[in-house]
């Protein structure tokens, strides 16, 4: 591909992506619906999707940032949940869809089907990230999905592997598969977990925020590469490493941390933009693919893989919410009590995406005897009819399906009242801390530098507690909101200051870079405070 179509590509996406802010429509939605049409757009360049960008380059990136930003601790808390999702949901998706693909669509082989089954067995992590991140779903179905997405694209591209060795004649058994399995699984466990604390002990002695955030961008990378060098699974791999990295982040260096987190941001923004127009864009190539099957024909067939994907989601989510709960007391006390609520959300949000695409293009034109794969083109069109039905369909009625169900959203009063709970402790501690140090001859400050330090962390101990309070009749603002208005303000006209003085001559380009450094610094701080 030419460097402007690649650039025309992420530039038209994430102008799509930001405008989808100002509506409630889903980025996801919008990307697909703009892809489709633009398709169709004459002099727009054929943008086929290629397994061998995707699959290496595309989706380690965007797992690794959805660890990172994954809680560890709730994840291991709702382990069973997910490994029923991410692992017994997939294996159960891919018979189930595969034979029933099998019945529906005539003269389509068993292998094929199931082929077809792995291929659209697992929701996409991209979908599930955007999708729950936008609708504020209460954090332990949050949790689920995400784990869920983590881990569910090992299992189908190991299902994948067995069933296509099968259908192309290479031989595959059932103890064949298991093993398969059992090593792709646990050898991508062992590589991130040998892989994850030299790479943490680098990024905490590394001195340079530059050169640590360099190291950030090549860990996802690393991690896969090596994982599937030696046969095992590199999306396990990705998400073991990033899981340990984001639970020890802040052991690294401050001005990594801030750094890293606008790097991914926009690299995230930038992948999840452009993944979700590539699905759109691949109508053409496709339908032109479809071959001896008629367009009516193959939208029927459509129809009905898509109901029995929704359906089957629906067999396995519901048993698995309550049927371990009826048979165990341990996990009847261990876990919080649910309703059936609950599982018709998750089972509702299994929108497929780009990795169910790039593995479906993966399949091979021909068989080990030369011939050619038994209906190709049918599949690779059932899974992008797949992807843009659950997308667009699922997509576009989650929101209004929570709102029915009235699922109680995070409570965030709650939430003020810990972390304000939680900086008090901290500052009781700080507070603590600076009085030693002071009584330290080595640490003597003149006073209005030690009642500064005292300022400012009484500052951080109050703005929390002054969220909680009462609100100014006239602005609509809380003490701490007007505080962070001011000081921006203060700030700006800081900001002035420093380029008219360098206008003047009488500062140098490279001061005042430094200068306004330590006011964008400060305005950052105060940014995370207001959006936290």
């Keep these: 591909m030419d460097a402007l179509p690649l650039v025309a590509l992420i530039a038209a996406s994430a102008a799509i992506a930001g405008a989808a802010r100002r509506t409630p429509v889903p980025a996801p939605l919008l990307l697909v619906t703009a892809g489709l049409i633009a398709a169709y757009v004459p002099g727009v360049p054929d943008y086929t999707l290629n397994p061998n960008i995707v699959l290496p380059l595309v989706l380690p990136p965007l797992l690794h940032k959805a660890a990172v930003d994954s809680s560890y601790l709730d994840l291991r808390a709702n382990l069973r949940p997910v490994a029923l999702l991410s692992v017994g949901y997939v294996l159960f998706a891919t018979v189930a869809v595969g034979y029933l693909a099998f019945l529906l669509v005539p003269d389509l082989p068993l292998t094929a089907a199931l082929v077809l089954g792995a291929v659209i067995a697992p929701p996409d992590a991209v979908a599930a990230t955007a999708i729950a991140r936008r609708l ?28 296509l060795a099968a259908a192309v004649g290479e031989g595959a058994s059932w103890a064949g598969g298991i093993e398969e ?44 590469a090596a ?186 009063y709650a939430e003020t009242l810990a972390e304000a709970q939680a900086q008090s402790e901290a500052s009781q501690a700080a507070e603590v801390r600076l009085n030693e140090l002071l009584e330290d001859e080595q640490n003597a400050l003149p006073p209005p530098l030690a009642d500064r330090l005292r300022t400012v962390m009484e500052r951080r101990r109050n703005s929390v507690w002054e969220r909680l309070g009462t609100v100014s009749e006239v602005t609509g603002e809380s003490a701490d909101d007007t505080y962070r208005r001011l000081a921006r303000e203060m700030i700006d006209a800081e900001r002035e200051v420093f380029v008219q003085l360098r206008d003047q001559r009488r500062i140098d380009d490279e001061m005042m870079r430094t200068l306004l450094r330590r006011l964008d610094l400060e305005e950052a701080a105060a940014y995370r405070e207001e959006s936290s």
């Design 136 to 163: 504020g779903l209460p954090s332990r179905i949050t949790t689920i999905l995400q784990g869920e997405s983590l881990v569910n694209d090992a299992t189908a591209i190991t299902a994948f592997k067995v069933a």
């Design 181 to 224: 399995f059992v090593l792709a699984s646990v050898g991508g466990v062992v590589v991130g977990l040998v892989l994850m604390v030299p790479i943490h002990w680098l990024r905490t002695h590394l001195k340079e925020a530059l050169l640590q955030n360099t190291l950030s961008l090549l860990i996802p990378f690393v991690a896969y």
């Design 227 to 412: 994982a599937e060098q030696v046969g095992a699974s590199g999306v396990l791999a990705v998400v073991v490493v990033a899981l340990y990295l984001g639970h020890r982040s802040w052991q690294v260096d401050f001005a990594t941390r801030l750094q890293e987190e606008a790097v991914w941001k926009m690299v995230a923004f930038i992948l999840e933009s452009s993944v979700f127009a590539l699905i759109g864009l691949q109508l053409p190539y496709v339908l032109k693919g479809l071959g001896g099957y008629g367009v009516g024909e193959s939208l029927w067939y459509a129809f009905g893989v898509f109901v029995a994907v929704v359906v089957v989601r629906f067999v396995w989510v519901f048993p698995a919410t309550f049927l371990p709960r009826c048979l165990s007391k341990r996990i009847r006390e261990r876990e919080p009590d649910t309703n059936w609520t609950a599982p018709v959300v998750v089972g509702w949000a299994g929108m497929r995406g780009v990795v169910s695409l790039a593995i479906a293009f993966s399949i091979p034109l021909t068989t080990a005897d030369g011939e050619p794969f038994p209906a190709r083109n049918l599949v690779l069109f059932l899974t992008f009819t797949t992807v843009i039905s659950t997308l667009v369909v699922q997509g576009l009625t989650l929101p209004a399906l929570i709102r029915a169900l009235k699922l109680p959203g995070r409570d965030r």
